[in-house]
């Protein structure tokens, strides 16, 4: 069964920076794109930030110019830097990844999400 575990979140006060990581169990075959969503409380699930497996990538305008997405292919882990946090930022962030690895198997794979406060 393929996983994935966030990690990296945690407390960390206005105009810090945190970097959350997400390993999958296993080498990702056939991937279409990899994101970030993040959840406040009260709010709808969001996306963050994607990339696609060309490479290209996309953020959403909360986020422009403050977190960057990155891969390392070969050890199949995602990445999101996130600095100038701001107390908004606040939320479970989850990381997903979808694909298809084979005929018989597409996948839409969803991490456990981990917390991230921005507090002072």
């Known amino acids: 069964q393929f996983q994935l575990v966030e990690s990296g979140g945690g407390l960390v006060q206005p105009g810090g920076s945190l970097r959350l990581s997400c390993v999958a169990n296993?080498?990702?075959?056939?991937?279409?794109?990899m994101g970030w969503y993040r959840q406040a409380p009260g709010k709808e699930r969001e996306l963050v930030a994607r990339?696609?497996?060309?490479?290209?990538?996309y953020y959403a305008a909360a986020v422009q110019g403050r977190f960057t997405i990155s891969r390392d292919t070969t050890k199949s882990t995602m990445f999101l830097q996130m600095n100038s946090l701001k107390a908004e930022d606040t939320a479970v962030y989850y990381c997903?990844?979808?694909?298809?690895?084979?005929?018989?198997?597409?996948?839409?794979?969803w991490g456990q999400g981990t917390q991230v406060t921005v507090s002072s």
């Open positions: 296993r080498r990702i075959l056939g991937m279409k794109h």
């Open positions: 990339t696609t497996s060309e490479g290209a990538t």
């Open positions: 997903n990844a979808a694909g298809q690895a084979s005929i018989e198997y597409e996948y839409d794979i």
